[in-house]
Nanobody, 114 residues
Framework: VQLQASGGGLVQAGGSLRLSCAAS????????MGWYRQSPGKERDLVAI???????KYGDSGLGRFFISVDNAKRAAYLQMNSLKPEDTAVYYC?????????WGQGTQVTVSS
C-alpha cells in the first residue's frame, strides 16, 4: 500500500491550497483518513481526520479554515486550506489506517509567505 500526496506549494498569506492524497495497492477498506503537519523542530500534529464511522475531527490550527473530505471510491482524501497564514508553513502528511496498520504519505511542502 502506498499513499501519494500532492498539492503543496508556495502561496501568499490569505490564499488557498487543496491537498490530495490517494492510496494505491491491494487492500479491502480504509478506516481513518487524516492529515497531519510538521514544522521544523516541532512534533507532527493532527490537522484533520475522518474516522471510519464518518466522524470528522479538526486540530486547533486549522479549525474554521481547513476542511477535509474523502472519496472512498477513489480511495482519496483531500484537504482544502483557506485563509492561509505564514504559521501554516509545514510539511503536510496524509495518514490512512488499514486494519491494524497506519500508512503515511511522503509529505508535501506548504509554504505561506507574508
Amino acid at each position: 500500500v502506498q499513499l501519494q500526496a500532492s498539492g503543496g506549494g508556495l502561496v501568499q498569506a490569505g490564499g488557498s491550497l487543496r491537498l490530495s492524497c490517494a492510496a494505491s495497492g491491494s487492500f479491502v477498506s480504509i478506516s481513518d483518513m487524516g492529515w497531519y503537519r510538521q514544522s521544523p523542530g516541532k512534533e507532527r500534529d493532527l490537522v484533520a481526520i475522518v474516522t471510519e464511522a464518518g466522524h470528522t475531527k479538526y486540530g486547533d490550527s486549522g479549525l474554521g479554515r481547513f476542511f477535509i473530505s474523502v472519496d472512498n471510491a477513489k480511495r482519496a482524501a483531500y484537504l482544502q486550506m483557506n485563509s492561509l497564514k505564514p504559521e501554516d508553513t509545514a510539511v503536510y502528511y496524509c495518514k490512512f489506517t488499514l486494519g491494524p496498520k497506519d500508512y503515511w504519505g511522503q509529505g508535501t511542502q506548504v509554504t505561506v509567505s507574508s
